[in-house]
């Protein structure tokens, strides 16, 4: 009898995080060695956040954010523009079968820590928090 997971698993495989850790790591010496022939990804310094593979292994979203938040756009265009490159690179140092298609998008969970630290200094949140009642006045 097989072990395949079903479709409808809750989150990815263990697989699926090995291969997007060590995807996110060699991506991360990748741009830090400035190994891409490009001055305008070279200049930027872009942090890795996280990367999730597809079930396939064949597809990586590369959450990524620029150093200081600035040039996100810019950032995320150079990237998007050596897309091969940094495919080339990354294959070169991993034993996968199928190098990854690499589709790049902004980290936004930065923001919205920022947020919900916003939101839990709120002097009404505080107070609740203090008292210990919920916000429909209940006592937890």
Sequence with gaps: MSN??????????QRQLRVGELLRRTLADVLTRGDVHDPDLNRIPIT???VRSSTDL???TVYVMPLGGRDQEAA????RRNKA???HLVSREMTLKYAPDLRFKLDESFDR?????RLL????VQRDIVSGTDPDGTDT
């Design 4 to 13: 395949h997971r079903s479709s409808t698993a809750s989150g990815p495989s």
């Design 48 to 50: 890795v956040s996280e």
């Design 58 to 60: 064949k597809i990586a």
């Design 76 to 79: 995320l265009a150079a990237l």
């Design 85 to 87: 490159e940094l495919r």
């Design 113 to 117: 820590m920022d947020e919900t630290r």
């Design 121 to 124: 200094s709120d002097e009404t």
